[in-house]
């Protein structure tokens, strides 16, 4: 497809589980971000990768939560042992890059999210 | 740290008529970019307007335009000819030079009254 795609779109897991979510960004982005989303809140930032290297995971909450690219196109988010507080939509987000000036590839593509909800 | 504020949970307008969503944020940086993002219920976030903070030309997309004052640190979405599907949450973001991550205000709950 033409544009970032996440799966699932909605998750309910209990309390203890681990979880993945997927993202598919824009063929050819080389930047990818996830973001966490509570209720009613704006997005904050969790992760950064540019290629298949992560270089910014400053956002992550806890050290049970973990996102890989393996190959510098699809990534995975995954959070164990699950608790109520990760209860979110989880967006993913990806841009040819970010960030240069003068630059016209600046805008970063957001998919429609997972909501996850931890019972 | 830099910070995002919108200051307005909600807000309403009438179609055809203009509205003007209020963001500020504070920053120690000198060059940026500021965006404003609409999310509609399918939650997917959708660029609506960008400003770099270079530029003292204040940005306009067709109906949507922005009132930039850097001194002031001030960045405010004027919606023109409001429609319908105008109706969303709405986000002002900001983004440091070289940066790679969004940061985000709390948004703004737009609704269009028929």
């Known amino acids: 497809g033409a544009g970032v795609s996440q799966s699932p779109r909605y998750k309910v897991a209990k309390r203890g589980q681990d979880v993945a979510l997927r993202c598919d960004p824009i063929s050819g982005h080389v930047s990818l971000f996830w973001y966490q989303q509570a209720l009613g809140q704006g997005p904050e930032f969790l992760t950064y990768?540019?290629?298949?290297?992560?270089?910014?995971k400053s956002g992550l909450p806890s050290d049970r939560f973990f996102a890989e690219r393996p190959e510098g196109s699809v990534s995975t988010l995954k959070i164990q042992r699950t608790q109520q507080e990760d209860s979110a939509v989880y967006l993913c987000a990806s841009s040819f890059h970010l960030g240069e000036v003068g630059s016209l590839n600046t805008e970063a593509f957001f998919g429609q999210g997972t909501r996850l909800t931890v019972v | 740290a830099q910070t995002v504020t919108q200051s307005q949970p909600e807000m309403s307008v009438q179609e055809a008529e203009t509205v003007t969503l209020s963001c500020t944020y504070d920053t120690s940086e000198s060059d940026y970019y500021l965006f404003w993002y609409k999310q509609p219920p399918s939650r997917q976030m959708i660029l609506v307007i960008r400003?770099?903070?270079?530029?003292?030309q204040n940005a306009t997309e067709n109906r949507f335009s922005v009132n930039f004052q850097k001194a002031a640190k001030s960045f405010s979405l004027k919606i023109s000819d409001s429609q319908l599907g105008d109706a969303a949450m709405y986000f002002c973001?900001?983004?440091?030079?070289?940066?790679?991550?969004?940061?985000f205000g709390a948004g703004t709950i737009l609704r269009v009254k028929s």
């Open positions: 400003q770099e903070a270079y530029k003292q």
């Open positions: 990768f540019q290629n298949e290297a992560q270089l910014d």
């Open positions: 973001a900001y983004l440091m030079e070289y940066g790679n991550k969004l940061v």
